[in-house]
């Protein structure tokens, strides 16, 4: 009797079931748009099929749509090559139409930021710009392609081949502060390159959970300049407003790869190692680089430059009038803070093909962060012969580069030649070099007596007060 009561309360879900499908696929239009409204609701986009939907009873009522997009205020965001809407079998008995999952395939994504908190097209969500409440327990998104410009700073960014992962996702809704104040979620988001510029990094993975707000992204791994990176950021949407906190570490990385970012013809060689700890608050990315505060430092040892002898160079009062000490200290004593400050500096070529070559015992690239400004704590490199340091402010607030010097120093720490370079980093002015002592003799000589040594009647303004030591002869 129990057998025949289940199989008869079985066949009349069915029928019910059966008799709702029917009734939305007479109107094929009316399902098509609230399974439109449903998706848009969840994304705060609007979402339009572009050919007919397809309705599956297999492992559950499900919508297969091909060629779909996703737009705001009229302007297309994303295209996507297929989606898969499951449903939920409760709500659709009712008639109702709620999201079990969503599988994405192939969607390439544009977007442009045109000032702070202006982005086109315009995110946040539809209508008001508040969002429905959302729960939805699976969210998949595979081979996705994602591109954007951030015009104010003139940088382009590229994701492919990117897979995301999303479980338990589900927030309150309401405006922009009240759903990121009651985000919780958890998953996965692996991309095959990202790329910005002349910087690329592979095989990115970083896995993500929290709940109210408060979001840990941990561990996040990947590759740049055939080195490790590894990381973890940690994000409170609830605080008003937002704070971020990034640990950041790219282990044993290529010197020979990271000048080529720079200039394909340029080369080195030897392994370098970065840690970054930055934290910051904001609404829009200009209160997040205002309140930037952190710690940079890049160390090195045992590396080689090629295309150029500096210690030869120097060792000639004429050569010093047309060497350029920018190119050694923009490229290599910055490091990737100077790569960033870089963009648009076209370098001499100074590191190229000469057949010449510089060892460097050791260096040094100390930053502290605050207010939007790196600052050179201790940034220095030794030669066999030589040391250069470099002194001065990279402002990321107006980009630019800010009282930027850098100096060969005497075994006192005096410059005995100097270059300066201001102005933005896109189309800065550098200064030719300064050679601050009129010296008779080969300058490498000056630099191991040191101007106490000339009896200038004063003593120098110390220019360099950190870990390298000046080079030992015999």
Request: glycine share 10%; with cysteine.
């Amino acid at each position: 009797m129990k057998k025949i009561l289940w199989v008869l309360a079985s066949l009349i879900g069915v029928l019910l079931l059966a008799s709702v499908i029917v009734n939305l696929l007479l109107d094929r239009e009316q399902l098509t748009t609230r399974v439109q409204d449903e998706m848009g609701d969840l994304l705060g986009l609007d979402v339009v099929f572009e050919q007919s939907l397809h309705i599956s009873l297999w492992r559950g009522p499900q919508v297969r749509a091909g060629q779909l997009t996703l737009s705001a205020e009229g302007e297309e965001v994303a295209r996507v090559e297929r989606a898969l809407v499951r449903l939920r079998l409760l709500p659709l008995l009712r008639g109702e139409i709620a999201l079990q999952a969503l599988l994405l395939d192939a969607p390439q994504v544009h977007i442009e930021r045109i000032d702070d908190g202006v982005f086109r097209p315009a995110l946040g969500g539809r209508g008001e710009g508040s969002l429905a409440p959302l729960m939805i327990p699976r969210v998949r998104v595979r081979d996705a392609v994602v591109q954007f410009h951030d015009r104010p700073g003139d940088r382009q960014w590229l994701l492919r081949g990117c897979r995301l992962q999303l479980d338990d996702l589900q927030h309150a809704g309401g405006e922009q502060s009240d759903w990121l104040g009651s985000l919780a979620m958890q998953g996965r988001l692996a991309c095959d390159d990202i790329e910005q510029g002349r910087l690329r990094a592979s095989a990115v993975t970083v896995e993500f959970a929290g709940e109210d707000g408060q979001l840990l992204a941990e561990p996040l791994t990947g590759q740049a300049f055939a080195g490790q990176l590894a990381g973890r950021l940690r994000l409170d949407l609830a605080a008003q407003p937002a704070q971020y906190s990034l640990q950041l570490g790219l282990d044993d990385f290529s010197l020979d790869d990271f000048l080529a970012a720079l200039d394909e013809d340029q080369q080195g060689s030897g392994r370098l190692t970065l840690a970054l700890e930055l934290e910051g608050e904001g609404a829009d990315w200009l209160q997040l680089r205002q309140s930037a505060a952190g710690t940079l430092s890049l160390t090195g040892s045992d590396l080689v430059l090629y295309g150029v002898d500096l210690d030869e160079e120097l060792d000639s009062y004429a050569a010093t009038q047309r060497f350029n000490l920018v190119d050694v200290g923009a490229v290599f004593l910055a490091g990737p803070m100077g790569l960033a400050a870089s963009r648009g500096y076209s370098f001499t070529g100074m590191l190229r093909g000469s057949g010449e070559q510089t060892p460097v015992s050791a260096m040094s690239s100390e930053w502290s962060i605050a207010q939007g400004r790196a600052r050179a704590d201790d940034v220095a490199m030794r030669t066999e012969q030589s040391r250069l340091a470099l002194a001065g402010e990279l402002d990321f607030i107006d980009y630019a580069f800010a009282d930027m010097r850098v100096a060969v120093i005497d075994v006192d720490g005096c410059a005995i030649i100097e270059q300066r370079i201001d102005g933005p980093f896109r189309a800065p002015q550098v200064a030719r070099p300064n050679v601050l002592v009129e010296a008779m003799g080969p300058v490498l000589d000056l630099l191991e007596r040191g101007l106490n040594a000339l009896d200038q009647g004063s003593d120098c303004d110390t220019f360099y007060r950190g870990s390298i030591a000046h080079p030992e002869h015999d």
